[in-house]
């Protein structure tokens, strides 16, 4: 068992897409046809703070420098709302919901779910993560009896679905329906029209992109899913039910008093459900591939988690604020691997940003992946090095450079439950598992939506050594 002040290993750089000139990436992109927008970075969005982003109709501006994030995500003079690509895209499956509306209709729709984020607080949610977390545990320990390989990938998609589906609705979601989400989910990112190169490039600004019937049969799954959940909640059981769906169904508009029709709380439910359950997968998943990479940090987390808990005891909500180990081993994989790798918006209006000008319809791409790479803000920026995080090391980080869960008005309302639902998960599983990957050389991140693996990364599992 490794000593807690060992250090991790210095040299690991897990795998990325390799940077090129930015005809070359295109060219990349265009010939493999799937979709990937991070192999579409060229090299200088590495280095620059505000400029083009390649060859676009509409124009593509990136922006890294903190200070224009800021601007640009706060957007205090209101020309900056959600990207037109963003928001035709998500409507199939969240409508004009709190996540992508803008102006009036969003501040409404806010007003009426504060009181539901309420109901996020951890300490409140933390008994779903941990009925979640031993959900889990039963399932790996079949596969560990029986050496069957597992995807890893959909493993946390159940897990976090499960967890979020006991937040929101009070029950956890059966496997069937967890399977179908996450296939469905699988389809709607490679297919949306949003991450179709060719449109990406081509179109002006504001063009309406039909979606495919493919798109919208992968949402229909997922809004049936969640209607049945949602039905639960409105028939003559409701009333029992103390949870954030019925805190979102008891919301009424300030003004007209009028509720969310049906549609509409799938819309602001289906947000929820996404937020807290494919981004958290996405990050969750980098996060056990990095740690199974790495055995001698592993070997230090889990001696940190067996000196608090030891190899049995439960791991209170207070335990996860004092494993400073896994807590950076998540902050690290949400540096390398944001869940949201872009964060469009569009400019409504010609402005300046930097010394740039910026036209009517231009796409402003603030992007957590480049950001968090950015040669200028971080030292040997593609490392992964947990340790960059500690106390003492706070003082080498350019404030407004890591921004995992956005900035400004719109920032993640569950940022505090991602973060205690990450390190419950992996302490509790890594103190009682070792993950073995399978083909370690073949993964590779790809961007569509959010930050998943190209392909789904297979793994075996084993009982940790006692």
């Given at each position: 068992m490794t000593n807690l002040a060992h250090p991790p290993p210095r040299g690991f750089i897990p795998p990325r897409p390799k940077a090129s000139a930015a005809v070359l990436a295109l060219l990349r992109v265009a010939l493999r046809g799937d979709g990937d927008l991070l192999s579409l970075l060229p090299a200088a969005a590495y280095r620059t703070e505000v400029g083009p982003l390649g060859y676009s109709r509409r124009s593509?501006?990136?922006?890294n420098r903190p200070d224009q994030v800021r601007r640009v995500l706060s957007d205090p003079e209101g020309i900056f709302p959600k990207s037109d690509l963003m928001v035709d895209a998500l409507a199939p499956l969240i409508g004009d919901s709190i996540f992508v509306s803008s102006g009036e209709t969003w501040r409404r729709q806010r007003r009426m779910i504060d009181p539901a984020f309420t109901m996020m607080r951890v300490n409140r949610a933390f008994p779903a993560m941990a009925a979640g977390a031993q959900a889990c545990e039963d399932m790996l320990d079949r596969h560990a009896a029986d050496g069957t390989a597992l995807s890893l990938d959909l493993a946390m998609s159940h897990l976090t679905a499960d967890i979020i589906c006991r937040t929101?609705?009070?029950?956890?979601?059966?496997?069937?329906?967890?399977?179908?989400v996450f296939d469905a989910f699988t389809v709607f990112e490679h297919s949306v029209a949003q991450v179709e190169i060719r449109r990406l490039i081509m179109d002006r600004a504001w063009t309406s992109v039909p979606q495919s019937a493919g798109v919208l049969a992968a949402c229909a799954t997922i809004r049936r899913h969640l209607g049945d959940l949602l039905d639960t909640h409105l028939g003559p059981d409701g009333a029992r039910f103390d949870d954030i769906a019925a805190a979102v169904i008891a919301a009424r508009d300030d003004f007209t008093r009028?509720?969310?029709?049906?549609?509409?709380?799938?819309?602001q439910l289906g947000v929820l459900f996404l937020a807290g359950h494919e981004t958290s997968a996405s990050a969750l998943t980098w996060a056990f591939f990095l740690l199974a990479m790495q055995p001698e940090l592993v070997a230090r987390a889990r001696a940190e988690i067996r000196a608090l808990a030891g190899d049995d005891q439960p791991i209170s909500f207070e335990m996860t604020k004092q494993l400073p180990t896994i807590r950076n081993v998540f902050r690290e994989t949400l540096r390398l691997y944001p869940p949201i790798t872009f964060l469009p918006r569009v400019a409504t209006e010609a402005t300046v940003i930097g010394n740039r000008r910026v036209r009517r319809g231009a796409l402003v791409m603030v992007a957590p992946w480049v950001l968090h790479r950015h040669a200028r803000y971080w030292h040997d920026p593609h490392r992964f090095d947990p340790d960059r995080f500690l106390p003492e090391c706070e003082?080498?980080?350019?404030?407004g450079?890591?921004?995992p869960f956005g900035l400004g008005p719109r920032v993640c309302a569950g940022a505090a439950f991602a973060q205690a639902e990450a390190v419950l998960l992996i302490a509790r599983l890594f103190r009682r598992f070792d993950f073995h990957v399978r083909k370690p050389a073949a993964v590779r991140p790809a961007a569509r939506l959010t930050t998943r693996p190209a392909e789904q990364i297979m793994v075996r599992v084993s009982h940790a050594a006692p």
């Open positions: 593509i501006l990136i922006v929101v609705f009070s029950t956890g979601l059966e496997t069937r329906a967890a399977h179908d009028t509720a969310f029709t049906r549609e509409e709380l799938i819309d003082g080498e980080l350019t404030p450079a890591y921004i």
